[in-house]
């Protein structure tokens, strides 16, 4: 059999093409699910509730420490049986909600972090003016101090939501309609097996979408500064 | 209006207030002086209930600050309660602490409008008065950011101003100025004291400042006041050899 | 209830050789790539740059599991055989893709540490009339190593985490052994016993991983004498993305 074969790697973009849609979208409701999760984590993490505080951490650290994929398992073969079976909701539309789950909450322990060095960065006189002023502790968060913490956060939350776009083929596992679907599956049965060049194609199309999105996050930072 | 009685304050092993015992009367305007490091700053941050008393208990218009009566007895201060006691102090920082992200009227209308509850309109209309009167009318949209040292100090003044406290704190509040700045702020502050009856307390090294204004000076040292006088008698003629020797150093260095 | 837990642990404990060998494979390459690649970037020379740069940027910007199949697929197609068939030329390959992957983003990491040595430690070798080499071996790179530790260690969590995906092209690995069992019935009900199990050992090798790290991070900040940034700081950045 012939390693490379020019044909097939013309034929195999309009596969390509379909499963990108599904990674873009994955990508983005993943993304949203981690900004906001991660959002959430930060600021109960900074209020320091007792045991709370130990719990949440504690969660964190082991969902970073552990793989995606397992994750993704665990989700979809155990919890998912027991949540969503039996509630009516189709299977595709249980795989949109168990994929971007996963993702989000992984990348919500990440970006957590974000946000607490975002924070942490807003200078202690600014609580302490808001507590001279009287200023009730939700608009604290939402007036004075998300405002000066979410723009510098915001280059680290690209970078994470591009590391997410090349993560998120992994949910192909789970059946998934994505890029590595379209050729593992799709394209190999329809011309009888993808091949190096079927692959290098999908590593083309991750490249030509990730590069220019981490430039322009380069510039983002370069005009926000850094946490 | 202001009492501390038998106030102790430590930082882990570190006393900074030891047994300290003094109050301030409504109206009155008090300086207070003393070496760095001998908890000037400490005293206003417990009034302003920044940080917490490890002993004692302060006074604020006769209600504790740290506790309160719930049924005939004390219990420690919720965050409501603290809330509505803080109502009664404004406190100028000595770094401004200005919200940057707020244009300078959004800073002056923040705090009467979330806290006291007031109108966007009547909010808005007692700020302009009051950025009018400490001079700065025509800022009214810049943000922090695009103020001078003296222009923001002035912005944090009326913004605590704003919030019609019957006692003001005020913190070194020249010390982070340029010295061309200080002067403007200084005769600022003295107008505001000649025309209000509002108390102040304030943390100075303005020497001269604090002989033209207040009505008190309490020199402060290793966490006790040292001296507690009029001001004459305190320049003039102190009592302790600690005041004579801080007041010549001070003195010597301007 | 935990009743076959034992037959789980021992399945889990069938695939850790395959995992070690993956992670510290890959770690060995990763390092060796890191250096190689980090120290590329910041040649004077273009031919070297630049070729340097396009490894850099095509492997962070590829996604790792499509690298997994592309060199996975290439070497079976040129053995002849599947890759399923021989366990160890998947764990090679395997190992392969961790380590060039992941040198990718380490290179970046070693390339800025190595720029954010004061430049006055540069110029103190060059007056002491040591060569490019000796400045880059001598002084830059052990200042440097304190400023990178951290991010390394993320950056072998991730690869700890990257190496489950060999699962996928059947090297017989924790992940691959754990999820064979999903396949019998009599199972079934255990399945959340037996992942809970995989993702702890998968955690006991990220702590035990950053356990080491943080050992080096204080013999090298003593050596150096300078203060370690926390790696935390460097996830808060936007990690190795
Ligand atoms: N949060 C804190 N934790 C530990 N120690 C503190 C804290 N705040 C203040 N201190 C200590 O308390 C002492 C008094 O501090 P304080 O700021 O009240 O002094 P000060 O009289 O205002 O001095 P200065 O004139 O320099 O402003 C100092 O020794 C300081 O180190
Ligand atoms: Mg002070």
């Not at chain 1, 990674?23 to 991660?38: E, H, N, R």
């Not at chain 1, 009516?88 to 990440?110: E, K, N």
């Not at chain 2, 009029?230 to 001070?250: I, N, Q, S």
């Amino acid at each position: 059999m012939e390693i490379w074969r020019w044909d097939r790697f013309f034929e195999v973009w309009p596969y390509i093409g379909e499963g990108l849609v599904t990674t873009i979208t994955y990508t983005l409701l993943g993304s949203v699910v981690a900004y906001v999760l991660g959002l959430i984590f930060a600021v109960v993490r900074q209020l320091r509730i007792p045991v709370v505080d130990q719990i949440l951490w504690g969660f964190i650290e082991f969902v970073r420490s552990t793989p995606l994929l397992v994750q993704v398992f665990f989700l979809f073969h155990v919890l998912r049986p027991e949540l969503l079976s039996g509630t009516g909701v189709d299977l595709s539309t249980q795989r949109l909600i168990v994929g971007t789950a996963a993702v989000g909450i992984h990348y919500a322990c990440y970006t957590s972090e974000v946000y607490r060095a975002g924070i942490e960065a807003v200078p202690r006189g600014q609580w302490e003016a808001a507590t001279a002023l009287s200023i009730p502790g939700m608009r604290v968060w939402t007036g004075i101090i998300l405002p000066q913490a979410v723009p510098r956060v915001l280059p680290a939350l690209g970078n994470y939501t591009i590391a997410m776009f090349k993560e998120v083929p992994l949910l192909f596992t789970i059946g998934v309609l994505d890029i590595v679907f379209y050729v593992k599956t799709v394209f190999a049965s329809d011309v009888g097996g993808a091949g190096p060049e079927a692959w290098f194609a999908a590593g083309l199309t991750f490249l030509a979408l990730s590069y220019p999105c981490s430039l322009l996050v380069r510039r983002l930072e370069r005009r926000v500064g850094t946490v | 209006m202001i009492r501390f009685d038998n106030v102790v304050k430590r930082f882990g092993d570190l006393t900074v207030l030891e047994d300290l015992n003094f109050s301030v009367t409504p109206g009155e305007f008090v300086c207070l002086i003393g070496p760095s490091g001998s908890g000037k700053t400490t005293i206003l941050r417990l009034l302003m209930t920044l940080e917490k008393v490890t002993e004692g208990t302060i006074y604020v218009e006769g209600r504790p600050l740290s506790h309160m009566d719930r049924n005939g007895s004390l219990t420690p201060a919720d965050e409501k309660y603290l809330r509505e006691a803080r109502k009664t102090i404004g406190m100028v920082f000595q770094q401004f602490n200005l919200f940057p992200n707020m244009n300078v009227l959004r800073n002056v209308t923040e705090g009467p409008i979330r806290s006291l509850g007031k109108s966007r309109d009547e909010a808005e209309q007692k700020a302009k008065e009051l950025l009018e009167l400490v001079g700065l009318s025509d800022k009214l949209t810049a943000k922090p950011g695009q103020l001078s040292g003296g222009q923001q100090q002035r912005v944090a003044i009326a913004r605590a101003l704003a919030m019609e406290p019957r006692g003001m704190l005020l913190d070194e509040v020249t010390s982070a100025l340029d010295p061309e700045l200080v002067t403007g702020v200084l005769h600022l502050l003295k107008d505001i004291a000649d025309s209000t009856d509002i108390t102040f307390l304030c943390v100075t090294h303005e020497m001269q400042f604090a002989r033209d204004v207040s009505d008190r000076v309490m020199m402060f040292d290793s966490g006790r006041v040292l001296e507690d006088a009029a001001p004459e008698k305190l320049f003039t003629d102190p009592d302790h050899e600690r005041t004579r020797g801080f007041l010549h150093a001070v003195l010597d260095r301007a | 209830m935990f009743d076959n837990f034992d037959i789980y642990l021992d399945r889990i404990l069938l695939g850790l050789p395959a995992t070690l060998w993956a992670v510290f494979g890959g770690i060995g390459l990763t390092i060796v790539l890191s250096f190689a690649a980090g120290i590329g970037l910041l040649s004077p020379r273009r031919w070297v740059r630049i070729p340097v740069r396009v490894y850099v940027e095509g492997f962070r910007g590829s996604s790792e599991i499509v690298q997994l199949f592309f060199f996975a697929v290439a070497l079976s197609i040129f053995l002849g055989i599947p890759l399923a068939a021989t366990p160890l030329n998947a764990l090679m390959i395997g190992i392969m893709v961790l380590g060039l992957n992941h040198g990718s983003y380490g290179a970046e990491i070693v390339r800025g540490a190595v720029q954010s040595v004061p430049r006055a430690q540069h110029e103190g070798a060059v007056a002491l009339n040591f060569s490019p080499a000796q400045r880059m071996w001598r002084v830059l790179l052990p200042q440097a190593v304190v400023e990178m530790l951290p991010s390394l260690n993320n950056l072998f969590i991730q690869l700890v985490k990257g190496s489950a995906l060999l699962s996928l092209i059947a090297v017989p690995e924790m992940t691959k052994k754990a999820d064979e069992l999903r396949a019998i019935p009599a199972f079934a009900q255990d399945l959340w016993m037996i992942y809970l199990t995989l993702l702890v050992f998968y955690f006991v090798i990220s702590v035990g991983i950053t356990w080491i790290m943080r050992l080096l991070e204080t013999l090298a900040a003593a050596r150096v004498g300078r203060p370690i940034p926390s790696r935390e700081k460097a996830l808060a950045r936007g990690g190795a993305a």
